[in-house]
């Protein structure tokens, strides 16, 4: 007959826990009204005890951010196979999947949490859009970005980031619909920096020679051609 008798977690085990128990708190509630006695009641272990594996609640949050942004960065790996409207495609379902996923949380870390202001926090936010950045690149099959592209394609970050907390606020536009407008938003932004540059221009050549006819950058041609009629 079983004696119940709980098993002790390691410490490393244990602080995986409370990160664990933490983002599933931050994914539904903002982090600043999150208490370290609630996170506690929720890892089963007494408020002293969290104490014992974090000095405060900064650095719990900073260790569950890190988790989230291994987690969200990893969303931007995608195989450099097929039209490229169909990757970035897969890319913003994928964002927000973990957009919808830890909405609370994302929000808390783009528009303030309990950790702004933190050179590890805005290090961690840094990466992320780092990694967004480069695998961009990647896609393209550009090493080194001429000044042109590197504002297109920050900016298109930038603007994935809006979009997502203007939706998490109400979530008044089919999610479905945001994301393909964000791919469109990226085919616009580059064939507008086209205009002014060769360069540009010979790049969004390369981007939609291969582009099926039912892909979504046909899609957008297709909406300001009607658009134009």
Request: hydrophobic share 45%.
């Amino acid at each position: 007959m079983s004696t119940g008798v709980r098993r002790r977690m390691g410490v490393d085990e244990r602080r995986q826990q409370l990160i664990g128990v933490a983002l599933e708190l931050f994914s539904r509630r903002s982090p600043d009204e999150v208490s370290i006695d609630e996170i506690a009641a929720a890892a089963g272990i007494s408020r002293p005890l969290v104490y014992h594996y974090f000095p405060g609640k900064l650095s719990l949050y900073e260790a569950a951010l890190k988790r989230a942004s291994e987690d969200l960065a990893g969303r931007f790996d995608e195989p450099r196979e097929g039209p490229l409207g169909a990757r970035l495609l897969r890319v913003m379902r994928r964002f927000f999947d973990f957009v919808d996923e830890h909405g609370p949380g994302f929000a808390a870390l783009m528009r303030g949490g309990p950790a702004v202001g933190s050179s590890a926090t805005n290090a961690l936010i840094d990466s992320v859009r780092q990694v967004a950045y480069e695998q961009i690149l990647s896609h393209l099959e550009v090493t080194e970005a001429p000044a042109r592209l590197e504002l297109v394609i920050r900016s298109w970050i930038s603007l994935a980031e809006s979009t997502a907390l203007i939706w998490l606020d109400g979530r008044r536009i089919p999610r479905g619909e945001l994301e393909i407008q964000l791919v469109h938003d990226f085919a616009a932004l580059t064939a507008v920096s086209a205009a002014y540059d060769e360069e540009m221009s010979a790049l969004v050549k390369r981007m939609v020679q291969d582009e099926p006819g039912d892909g979504p950058f046909a899609d957008l041609a297709g909406r300001l051609i009607a658009l134009a009629g």
